[in-house]
């Protein structure tokens, strides 16, 4: 049944020949179920896989609207819907990856900071769950940012006696990714106002 509705209808086909790839329709329509065809995909390069994925969502939305009693869409939109959809999940995603990189990086660069003052219990919160899920677990190790993690955690089990990790929501405090830095003493003159999480209003130091 997949492989009738997603690779062997020929309106379907001609989706699959202007998105230029007719060489994973020809991949596809060989393979016996629907896990094989899943399995397949996900194994794929990250570019194709997401255009085949969001291809097949596209055809299913089109396929959708028509049983919907609504007008069939050309080949043409149902295409461009897919590129368009595709253009911005692997824009959103490339975002959210150097975002994570970045709070990886600010971590450990804070933790060898931390450890290099001599302090031995500390509590460490974050603003982002899968910061606090990454340090507690190897949930995110295949990711991006896996290799950072992996050494924070090591840093944290080999040069701490006890490290407390929460995640607290963002309230007052704003952050550069693109500054990963811990500063020690003498503060850059830059920095004008002390915060610390305690207080809710700032203070300078005169």
Request: glycine share 2%.
């Amino acid at each position: 049944m997949v492989a009738i509705i997603f690779f062997k209808c020929k309106f379907m086909s001609k989706c699959w020949q202007m998105m230029n790839l007719e060489g994973v329709r020809l991949k596809l329509v060989d393979l016996k179920d629907a896990k094989e065809v899943t399995n397949y995909i996900l194994s794929m390069e990250e570019e194709n896989k997401y255009e085949t994925m969001i291809l097949m969502w596209s055809w299913w939305d089109a396929r959708n609207k028509v049983n919907s009693s609504e007008q069939r869409r050309t080949v043409k939109e149902v295409v461009h819907q897919a590129r368009n959809m595709t253009w911005k999940v692997c824009t959103m995603l490339k975002k959210t990856i150097k975002k994570h990189y970045k709070k990886a990086q600010a971590c450990l660069a804070a933790l060898t900071a931390i450890s290099a003052q001599g302090m031995m219990r500390i509590q460490l919160e974050s603003d982002s769950s899968n910061l606090v899920t990454a340090l507690k677990s190897r949930v995110f190790d295949q990711s991006p940012a896996g290799m950072l993690l992996v050494e924070a955690r090591q840093l944290i089990q080999l040069d701490f006696v006890s490290v407390e990790v929460s995640f607290t929501p963002t309230i007052f405090l704003s952050w550069d990714p693109d500054q990963p830095c811990v500063w020690l003493d003498p503060l850059p003159d830059f920095i004008k106002f002390l915060a610390v999480r305690d207080c809710t209003e700032p203070w300078t130091d005169e």
